[in-house]
């Protein structure tokens, strides 16, 4: 079946730092990939997404990648500041599940001044 | 504003009772998901409905139960089969199931144990 893996966490960065959060999947086909993130107490949101190969998902400064040679989309921001404090979540979509999502188990980033 | 709202934000069942969750949309999506989530484990697909009076089990249905009598309400049930409901329970929205357009989440809702 469909299967997501991220990095473990909890990663703790300080303010300025360069982010990479690890993202493998699994899956048949050419699924879509997404980024969601989730502040605390809230619920998810859409961070990016990329739909093919090679494509480049960013949004806030964040950017991920499409590579189906190693089945991976890595999320990576260049300067990370407090207010990404979150939890960050990969997803895919695969083309024939219709429109659900199979979700990676999180990764908590907290930024530190 | 369009978006998914779900209530209560807090819930504390007793034991062997029902709890219901609401989640209410006005985005005009068809399809609707209800997730749980657990400290370390992701979310985990409870049940999903792509159309009104329709439904699938998701990975993880035993325990609870859900309706579709409208297009903008999927109502959760936590019933006493659910051993273990302790958990923060999302609700989701997207425009159909052939879409490629993204999922929109609710705030959630927190599930306890008294």
């Known amino acids: 079946g469909d299967s997501v893996t991220q990095m473990e966490g909890p990663v703790t960065l300080s303010e300025e730092a360069f982010l990479t959060i690890n993202c493998t999947y699994t899956?048949?086909?050419?699924?879509?990939l997404f980024w969601y993130v989730q502040y605390p107490g809230e619920g998810l949101q859409l961070l990016l997404k990329a739909t093919k190969a090679d494509d480049k998902g960013s949004n806030k400064g964040f950017e991920a990648t499409y590579r189906k040679e190693t089945t991976s989309f890595h999320l990576e921001k260049g300067s990370v500041q407090v207010s990404d404090s979150a939890v960050y979540f990969c997803?895919?979509?695969?083309?024939?599940?219709?429109?659900?999502?199979?979700f990676g188990e999180g990764t908590q980033l907290t930024v530190n001044p | 504003d369009g978006g998914i709202t779900q209530s209560p934000k807090y819930l504390f069942r007793k034991e062997g009772q029902n709890v219901t969750l609401s989640c209410e949309q006005n985005?005009?999506?068809?399809?609707m998901y209800w997730y749980r989530q657990d400290p370390g484990q992701g979310l985990r697909l409870i049940y999903y409905?792509?159309?009104?009076?329709?439904?699938q089990k998701g990975d993880i249905a035993e325990g609870y139960s859900v309706s579709r009598e409208k297009k903008e309400s999927f109502p959760l049930t936590v019933t006493s089969a659910q051993k273990n409901p302790t958990a923060f329970y999302l609700c989701a929205s997207t425009l159909d199931r052939a879409s490629n357009q993204p999922q929109h989440f609710g705030d959630g809702t927190r599930l306890s144990i008294l």
């Open positions: 985005l005009n999506h068809d399809a």
């Open positions: 997803a895919l979509r695969r083309e024939t599940s219709g429109s659900r999502l199979t």
């Open positions: 409905s792509q159309i009104v009076n329709d439904f």
């Open positions: 899956a048949t086909g050419y699924p879509s």
